[in-house]
């Protein structure tokens, strides 16, 4: 019900139905977050939605199922799937099809949407206020009743405090001369939050904790507050980044699978690159790595689209993933830098750039910082979640440098942290470390027990490309053990 109502567009939404009723497609086109998919749900309210991305099966059995089909997409082919519904039209003669895009399509009638009158603006900006949502929220409810003097009553309220929010400045960004949101004009713990400084941001909106409480691996008190608050409306996004932070990696590309197309249909730009980031990061932890390619540049995208630069190190840290996996250490590089630009205060985003930076190559194949940790951070400032990283990224930096004890010695400190906070995909990537430098030092015994664990770990989780180095690391075990067939057996 909520998405058949809109404020405004009384016009547009007369138009629309005009054009429908007398083409066969009409295309309804504006930037992006300017209303294009809530006016379709408003003008047709029992209209079937499917993507353009189904291809032609799913657009022709959507065309045949339902009189009117919205379809909402910025699918690449987008001509194509016009020219096709052109086809179906001709061929049933009745159906009618609103196809909602940033572009228009070349022969298809088209309603240009553009930005909300003053007026509406006034009115969805005190519907929407966070201190005036009971009143929105009660006129839906005396609609549902049947009671419209109620319902405009309800109205009134809400768009009477809209002065007071104006006031206060809530819900608004301005932007200061170099373009970045100011922090005072927006609630402080999704300042605390964006900026990485997680235990600032603790204390406000439950969500937002929820989030603080997962990137600071507290993953027991952010479980326990999301059931707390399981009717919160971001409250499947905030369970997305805990499957995530869980290790419960399979599970949370699945549900955001789903939940990226619920936000596209609720035209929730915000959220889509939330949830993308999120299922970015666990998509890299299966080893999907074009999955993960695809999603961070949908991020970018947002990023881009909606110019929402706060939102940029979401993408930059899975890219550097991404990035370093490829062996592309300058794009890696580039990538952490930008996100610690944006984000200087934030923990996580420095420990990244640190071990970027330690593990780049120089010209002449080097290292470009030769460290004894990670680039020589100052391991005093980190919370706990971020000096656990710290530590596994100097186990790495250690790995390659052969200087095994010491990787042992932070790997083992990782992962009795991730351990303890249940965080298994990362407890898993510790545990390889922890194998392979004990493999490396000739201690077989405690390397194949460390490796045993972490191949279930990863077994059970889908870690793939954990479950491939831990095969790598039996195959050296078994090589200087010379164990040819299992040496041959951990190879295939």
Known sequence: MLTQLLIGRDSEQAQLRALVAAQPLVALVGAAGVGKSALARAAFPAAKVVSARGGEDALTTAWRSAAEVVVWDDADELSSAAALALRLGARRGGGRLV??????????????????????????????????????YARIAALAAGNPAEAARQLAEA???????AQRGSG????????????????????????????????????????????????????????AHAGHPRAPIAELVLAWRRGELRRCVTRGELLLVELGDAGDELGQALAAAVVARAAFGLGEIARAEALVRRVDGY?????????????????????????????????????????????????????????????????????????GLDVSDLDVAARALHDLRAAERALGDGRLDQANRHARDAERFWRAAGATYDRALALLARAEALARSGERDPAAKLNQACAALAETGGYRIVRVASHL???????????????ITALA
């Not at 909300?116 to 966070?130: G, T």
């Not at 009477?160 to 929010?165: C, D, F, I, N, Y």
């Not at 984000?343 to 970027?356: G, K, M, N, Q, T």
Request: proline share 4%.
């Open 99 to 136: 196809m909602v895009s940033r572009r228009a399509v070349d022969g298809v009638a088209t309603l240009e949407l553009g930005p909300l009158s003053d007026e509406d603006c006034r009115l969805l900006v005190a519907a929407i206020d966070a201190r005036a949502a009971r009143p929105l």
């Open 159 to 165: 768009a009477g405090q809209l002065v007071e929010a």
């Open 172 to 227: 608004v960004q301005r932007r200061s001369g170099d373009g970045r949101e100011d922090d005072a004009a927006i609630d402080a713990p999704i300042a605390a939050l964006r900026a990485g400084r997680f235990r600032d941001a603790l204390d406000g909106d439950p969500m937002v904790a929820v989030v603080a409480l997962a990137a600071l691996d507290a993953l027991d008190r952010a479980e326990a507050l999301l059931r």
């Open 303 to 375: 990023v881009a689209a909606a110019e929402a630069r706060v939102l940029a190190p979401l993408a930059d840290l899975a890219a550097m993933l991404l990035a370093a996996f490829r062996g592309d250490w300058t794009e890696a590089r580039r990538r952490v830098t930008h996100a610690a630009t944006i984000a200087p205060a934030a923990a996580l985003c420095a420990v990244e750039r640190s071990w970027a930076e330690a593990s780049a190559p120089g010209r002449d194949g080097a290292p470009a910082v030769a460290a004894l940790d990670v680039a």
């Open 473 to 487: 690391v039996d195959a050296f075990s078994a090589d200087r053990a010379g164990e040819l067939a299992r040496y």
